[in-house]
Nanobody, 123 residues
Framework: QVQLVESGGGLVQTGGSLRLSCAAS????????MGWFRQAPGKEREFVAG????????YYGDSVKGRFTISRDNAKNTVYLQMNSLKPEDTAVYYC????????????????WGQGTQVTVSS
């Protein structure tokens, strides 16, 4: 069992930055690939970024490439999402997730989820 707790969300203006954190407890953090997803009201859940167990392989959703950066610190049991050049369309609840797969971009391959943190980008 893995417990995930996101933090760092909030209200920011267009063009601003936020850094989300996801702290994990429970089973060995480095045994899991980690991902960030988001869901806006009335929209489907969207893959944002994923990182494999040791941080060597990283994937991004097309809408955030070049603006967001995922990283992990296995010593701190934490995964981060640095979000720069934020746009109003980035407004959503952001979820952290853990997967037993080597790396995954589909939410169906993730086994544990956090409760989410709200990110709102004002125009």
């Amino acid at each position: 069992q893995v417990q995930l707790v996101e933090s760092g969300g909030g209200l920011v203006q267009t063009g601003g930055s936020l850094r989300l954190s996801c702290a994990a407890s429970g089973r060995t953090f480095s045994s899991y690939a980690m991902g960030w997803f988001r869901q806006a009201p009335g929209k489907e859940r969207e893959f944002v970024a994923g990182v494999n167990r040791m941080g060597g392989n990283i994937y991004y959703g097309d809408s955030v490439k070049g603006r967001f950066t995922i990283s992990r610190d296995n010593a701190k049991n934490t995964v981060y999402l640095q979000m720069n050049s934020l746009k109003p369309e980035d407004t959503a609840v952001y979820y952290c997730a853990a997967s037993r797969a080597l790396i995954a971009t589909s939410g169906t391959r993730y086994d544990y989820w956090g409760q989410g943190t709200q990110v709102t980008v004002s125009s």
